[in-house]
């Protein structure tokens, strides 16, 4: 509690001071995330990059940077990239957690005790971010969030943006009031942001894929059987030429799905960016802007087709692309800018397909092995309700309300089966979580699975039991068409490993392999702009800038 109290009152005081500045101080700062984006398809297709990823990768670029905690999921990877923080401090330690006292779960961006089910917001997120830390320092400086998706968009524009958007299906790009400015400026700008699409699609359906696959990608069209699933591999995928057909198609939950799992969604995603950049002159003002950007089709692609086929090399073929006509169009603004792009997690493949590569993966599932624990532990100790709650198999929640010692005894009897089970690599119980703090500066490439299960825990949050499953275990058995094929969310490197590139034009060329993590990203860029941080968990990049004060030596 008094790290806690220390920790607010420096952040109100907002300690430390901006280095000597070596190149023109960026007046925008454009902070991207590619949802899924891991290391190992980075790396994958780097070398057929053309537009905007090639650009990226000019810069200073660590191809295999972390999010260094256990629980890889959109919303605590989002919630680390612009505040400096792990997961544990930012207080999103999922998309979502069992909350004792409603005993319900709830939402990483969900609005307590309120009854508009679309009302969303930063309320849980516990620490500010590099935009608030901007509109501290100079109230007229712009903040803007844009995502397909609402937690990712939330996450990034933090406390007090100027226009926080993201996708709603059959809807178009939407706000709340509990998010941001929600005035009539702002909802105009929505409805003509949507208005444009919209006309634009009822002259003629939208192309969700290049009629054409790459020439690079072509070796990867394969048919595949994911579970019960039949995947031809070809791109387009199957089913998403037919959704934009039917008349109406636009209100479909076929076309939908389509569009979110389709490049589409990323170029409207950054459509919207570039508007507002020109719309608000962003950079022309004498303080820096902040544009963050979240593109999740990588993620539904990843999710639905898996990360190792033609549809993903085509998905990150269409994102190169788009990335580069948005940075084109940032250019015309002659603006001194500075992107940062990065990735919230990363993913595994299908475990049907890492088969075929020689790697052991298995599809479990997760409810059935929950269901058995709870049958279990009823009969161990003659229990008349489940006493373990689990929407993630990963974290368990023990439930034995205001019998402390009946707690312990369901909690010990939980643990020992679950460390019988053939699937599970590890069991660990809240208290030594609790205890795994990392010492300072270890790298995020050698901490054990208690220390990144630390990075991810909160004492009012966490769950009470850590399962670990083996390496490149999948979660679920997918039944029909439209079903996950693979995910992602473990403790695993393949999970955490994601790419942080830093350009700006003029910046120097140099590929890194330091360890760096995310939680870097928003100190550096503070440092870089001259804007003063209250105490985080990432360290400025030395690399990136001589930084005052201690950076991260050697990176
Ligand atoms: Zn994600």
Redo the contacts with the bound molecule.
């Keep these: 509690m008094r790290f806690y109290l220390l920790r607010l009152l420096a952040m109100l005081s907002l300690v430390g001071a901006p280095a000597a500045s070596a190149a023109p101080t960026p007046r925008l700062v454009i902070a991207i995330s590619v949802?899924?984006f891991s290391s190992e398809v980075y790396a994958r297709y780097r070398e057929n990059y053309s537009a905007g990823l090639k650009r990226l990768s000019s810069g200073i670029a660590f191809p295999v940077g972390y999010q260094s905690h256990a629980t890889t999921?959109?919303c605590p990877?989002h919630s680390t990239i612009l505040t400096g923080d792990h997961p544990s401090h930012t207080g999103i330690i999922g998309n979502s957690w069992f909350d004792r006292n409603s005993g319900s779960t709830v939402y990483c961006v969900e609005v307590a005790g309120n009854n508009d089910p679309r009302a969303r917001g930063p309320q849980k997120l516990r620490v500010t971010t590099l935009g608030d830390w901007i509109k501290q320092a100079h109230p007229r400086s712009r903040v803007v969030a844009i995502s397909g998706k609402d937690r990712a968009a939330i996450m990034m524009g933090g406390h007090k943006p100027d226009l926080v958007a993201w996708w709603v299906d059959g809807v178009g790009f939407e706000t709340s009031q509990y998010a941001g400015r929600a005035d009539d400026e702002i909802q105009n700008i929505l409805e003509r942001e949507n208005a444009g699409f919209a006309k634009a699609w009822s002259s003629a359906p939208p192309t969700l894929w290049p009629a054409q696959v790459p020439a690079y990608c072509q070796s990867l069209v394969k048919p595949h059987h994911f579970g019960d699933i039949d995947v031809n591999g070809k791109v387009p995928p199957t089913g998403a030429v037919e959704a934009t057909a039917a008349p109406g198609f636009a209100s479909r939950k076929e076309f939908q799905g389509a569009f979110r799992a389709s490049p589409l969604s990323d170029t409207l995603a950054l459509d919207f960016a570039a508007n507002m950049a020109e719309r608000w002159k962003l950079g022309s003002r004498r303080n820096t802007d902040l544009l963050a950007i979240s593109l999740s089709a990588t993620?539904y692609v990843g999710h639905l087709y898996g990360n190792g086929g033609a549809e993903m090399c085509a998905q990150i073929h269409a994102l190169d692309q788009s990335l580069g006509a948005f940075l084109h169009r940032i250019d015309r603004l002659s603006v001194p800018y500075l992107v940062v792009l990065t990735a919230?997690?990363g993913a595994a493949d299908a475990p049907e397909r890492l088969k075929e590569h020689g790697i052991t993966a298995e599809r479990v599932d997760g409810g059935a092995v929950i269901r058995a624990l709870n049958q279990h532990l009823r009969h161990a100790l003659s229990l008349d309700s489940d006493p373990i709650i689990a929407d993630d198999a990963q974290l368990l929640y023990v439930s034995s309300p205001g019998d402390a010692r009946l707690a312990r005894r369901i909690s010990s009897e939980a643990v020992n089966w679950l460390r019988q089970q053939s699937s599970v690599e590890a069991v660990l119980t809240r208290d030594a979580v609790a205890a795994a703090a990392p010492v300072a500066g270890k790298s995020p490439a050698e901490l054990t699975l208690a220390e990144r299960l630390n990075e991810s825990f909160n004492p009012d949050r966490s769950a009470d039991i850590f399962v670990e499953f083996k390496k490149y275990t999948t979660f679920g058995w997918p039944h029909r068409q439209g079903a996950s094929v693979a995910g992602h969310g473990s403790p695993w490197d393949y999970d955490r490993q994601v790419p942080i590139l830093f350009w700006w034009r003029g910046a120097p060329s140099k590929t890194s392999s330091a360890p760096v993590e995310t939680v870097d990203i928003a100190p550096t860029i503070a440092n870089m702009i001259g804007i003063a941080t209250p105490p985080v968990d990432g360290h400025c990049l030395s690399r990136v800038r001589i930084c005052s004060g201690k950076g991260a030596p050697g990176n």
Excluded: A, S
């Design positions: 949802d899924q999921e959109t990877g993620d919230d997690h």
